[in-house]
């Protein structure tokens, strides 16, 4: 079974400092990894992805991900947060040995950038 | 990226009625639709998976009487509420994949608000 956990449920940082949402993970395998946000009454919006290759994936609006294998991690950063990058991320992981179409979702993370 | 809709974002019904939700791929075939279910404040419970002219696999727990999928053509699903409940108040999202994008991400509708009233 594959699980993914985010263990804060909200994130405070004012604008222009870095942020860093957290993400850990358990696949039996080796995992795709995934970060999405979510504005309110809205969908899901793929913020950046980690498949192989280098650890630290580039995404979206400034977004960066660092994929740690050894610590079983895929914390989401950037450097210098901004008051419309407050929303809801979701951090997503799949086996790679598992059919495609199973993600699964961590609770989510509330981000407050404060002006 | 490609792009998924979802229609209506936002419903309202009597308890008792049926509510259908429509999610379409606008640029490519989806040869598998997921339908999720999110409660406030809460992560997407996955609820059916359904591959494009064959029935949906539902999730445990989820009634598969009430919660009717239709996958009939490589770009639309369609989710059945049917006789609502106002306990099935919540907002509902739908995600599309290909084959052809095995290892990449879904990519997720707008979402729809149901509200039973």
């Known amino acids: 079974a594959q699980s993914v956990a985010q263990p804060e449920d909200q994130v405070n940082v004012a604008e222009g400092n870095p942020l860093t949402v957290k993400c850990t993970y358990s696949?039996?395998?080796?995992?795709?990894l995934f970060w999405y946000v979510q504005y309110p009454n809205r969908g899901l919006q793929f913020l950046l992805k980690?498949?192989?290759?280098?650890?630290l994936v580039k995404g979206s609006y400034g977004f960066e991900a660092e994929f740690n294998k050894s610590q079983t991690s895929f914390h989401l950063k950037k450097p210098s947060a901004l008051v419309s990058d407050s929303a809801l991320y979701f951090c997503a992981v799949r086996d790679v040995n598992s059919g495609y179409s199973t993600l699964t979702f961590g609770k989510g993370t509330m981000l407050l950038v404060s002006p | 990226g490609a792009v998924v809709s979802q229609h209506p974002s936002r419903v309202i019904c009597k308890s008792g009625t049926s509510v259908k939700i429509e999610c379409r791929s606008l640029d490519f075939q989806a040869t598998t639709m997921f339908w999720y279910r999110q409660f406030p404040k809460q992560s997407l419970m996955l609820m059916a998976t359904?591959?494009?002219?064959?029935?949906?696999?539902?999730e445990q727990g989820v009634e598969k009487d009430k919660f009717l999928i239709n996958h009939a053509s490589l770009t639309l699903s369609t989710l059945t509420v049917t006789s609502a409940h106002p306990e099935d108040s919540s907002f509902y999202i739908c995600?599309?994949?290909?084959?052809?994008?095995?290892?990449?991400?879904?990519?997720f509708g707008q979402g729809t608000r149901l509200t039973v009233v």
């Open positions: 980690y498949i192989t290759g280098d650890n």
């Open positions: 696949v039996s395998g080796n995992p795709y």
């Open positions: 359904s591959n494009e002219g064959s029935k949906a696999t539902y």
């Open positions: 995600s599309a994949g290909t084959n052809g994008l095995r290892g990449t991400e879904a990519f």
